[in-house]
């Protein structure tokens, strides 16, 4: 176990609607990213937070948006649902600012009807 | 041109062969080099990291990195059935301000015969 929890497990939404995603850290990790993972793809980086700022993001609109919590919780948010959302929603944290040794959580698995 | 490319597969072979997995890469700046191997339904799980060219061993697993040919290998000696999963590598350069995201393969998936 990476001691990287997220929640919900699965999700089924519908197109248009908002979802929040979860994510609790191992304690003391200061960076958490999320990726999304389409199926039979790699992961896709979504963006990072260090210490509760925004700290890069990847190619994905401004309809997805995160914050991260003192106590080294995080959530992904997702605005106007679009079908070509469904994917697996993987967070992943790390000690400093290096993703070089990366844990990841499950995942959370959304459909978007 | 996707800045990593790595053969999806499907790859099976039986038990107790040597499993060679491979990864092209264009992007120059990428320094650190990753392998996650990942079961069904389940999240990356990180198996070897390195930063430098040449091989890094842990186990049955050997890791090889080829700056030159922007080429990076796993190697599983003496598989096992637990083998069985998708392997992914990624990789990761460090920008100026310090932030970085990684980049990944899509995936080999792999069986293990008994």
């Known amino acids: 176990e990476t001691g990287v929890t997220q929640s919900p497990t699965h999700l089924i939404k519908t197109r248009g609607q908002q979802v929040t995603l979860r994510c609790s850290s191992q304690s003391g990790h200061n960076t958490v990213s999320w990726y999304q993972q389409a199926l039979g793809q790699g992961p896709q980086f979504i963006f990072q937070y260090y210490r509760e700022e925004e700290n890069g993001r990847g190619n994905f609109p401004p309809r997805f948006s995160g914050l991260q919590f003192p106590n080294y919780s995080s959530e992904l948010n997702v605005n106007a649902l679009e079908l070509d959302d469904s994917a697996l929603y993987l967070c992943?944290?790390?000690?400093?600012?290096?993703?070089?040794?990366?844990?990841f959580g499950p995942g959370t698995r959304l459909l978007v009807l | 041109q996707k800045e990593v490319e790595q053969d999806p597969g499907p790859l099976s072979v039986p038990e107790g062969a040597i499993v060679s997995l491979n990864c092209t890469y264009s992007n120059s700046a990428f320094q650190y080099f990753m392998w996650y191997r990942q079961y069904s339904r389940k999240g990356p799980e990180l198996l070897m990291y390195?930063?430098?060219?040449g091989n890094k061993e842990d186990g049955r697993f050997t890791a090889q990195v080829d700056k030159s040919s922007k080429y990076i290998s796993l190697f599983i000696r003496d598989s096992q059935p637990s083998d069985s999963a998708t392997y992914l590598c990624a990789m990761s350069a460090r920008s100026n301000f310090g932030n970085e995201k990684l980049t990944f393969g899509t995936g080999t998936r792999l069986t293990i015969i008994p």
């Open positions: 992943a944290s790390s000690l400093g600012e290096g993703l070089e040794t990366q844990y």
């Open positions: 390195t930063y430098s060219s």
